[in-house]
Nanobody
Framework: QLQASGGGLVQAGGSLILSCAAS????????MGWFRQAPGKDREFVAA????????YYKDFVKGRFTISRGGNKNTLYLEMNNLKPEDTAVYYC???????????????????WGQGTLVTVSS
């Protein structure tokens, strides 16, 4: 299972770090990512780390502001979010899949394991 945490209320320009703790199996070699869903909108890709090469992938709207990383044992995923904007307000979900080819990294349907989501609210 995946357990996301770290959400909260922050002012625009502020920072938050989201965490996703993986348990029940060894996720250390899995590809893992973050998605978000704003009220009334579809869930969208935010960032991911591919398991086979550790390379990070980001949606354009978070490049330079968000950083995805894994903990030392690689079973914890982080999303450091800086310079937050009101439009970043959403429920953030972590996800994982054993293998992802490059074209699947941003594809919601390619991820088999999902956390329950953590709410991030950015006030203006």
């Amino acid at each position: 299972q995946l357990q996301a945490s770290g959400g909260g209320l922050v002012q625009a320009g502020g920072s938050l770090i989201l965490s996703c703790a993986a348990s029940g199996r060894d996720f250390s070699t899995y590809s893992m990512g973050w998605f978000r869903q704003a009220p009334g909108k579809d869930r969208e890709f935010v960032a991911a780390l591919r398991g086979n090469d550790g390379r990070g992938y980001y949606k354009d709207f978070v490049k330079g502001r968000f950083t995805i990383s894994r903990g030392g044992n690689k079973n914890t995923l982080y999303l450091e979010m800086n310079n937050l904007k009101p439009e970043d307000t959403a429920v953030y979900y972590c996800a994982a899949n054993r293998r992802l080819i490059l074209s699947e990294v941003t594809n919601i349907g390619a991820y088999s394991y999902w956390g329950q989501g953590t709410l991030v609210t950015v006030s203006s």
